[in-house]
């Protein structure tokens, strides 16, 4: 079995008093594809935004190697283009 590219352990965001993801858990592995769907509001960019390591959370995320989120390594993982408003 392959390591997992970068895995989500327990992820609880809290922002504001209130809870934006509750306890994520996902292991992303290599030559797969993983979609992350949900309604308006469910926390698919704030998952990954936490794994760019922009904002803070509880739990883990960890990539192969060892390195953590917001590291450069994590960073190559996920390029990341914000929405212009």
């Known amino acids: 079995m392959t390591p997992p590219l970068?895995?989500?352990v327990d992820v609880t965001?809290?922002?504001h008093r209130e809870q934006?993801?509750?306890?994520v858990s996902l292991s992303v592995t290599e030559r797969t594809i993983h979609v992350?769907?949900?309604p308006n509001g469910a926390g698919k960019t704030t998952l990954l935004t936490a794994a760019l390591g922009l904002i803070a959370f509880d739990g883990r995320i960890l990539r192969?190697?060892?390195a953590?989120?917001?590291s450069v390594?994590?960073?190559r993982l996920?390029?990341?283009m914000p929405a212009c408003r």
């Open 20 to 23: 934006l993801l509750s306890r």
């Open 73 to 75: 390594t994590c960073r």
């Open 36 to 38: 992350i769907v949900g």
């Open 68 to 70: 953590t989120a917001g």
């Open 78 to 80: 996920f390029p990341w």
């Open 6 to 8: 970068i895995e989500f």
């Open 13 to 15: 965001i809290a922002r």
């Open 64 to 66: 192969t190697g060892g």
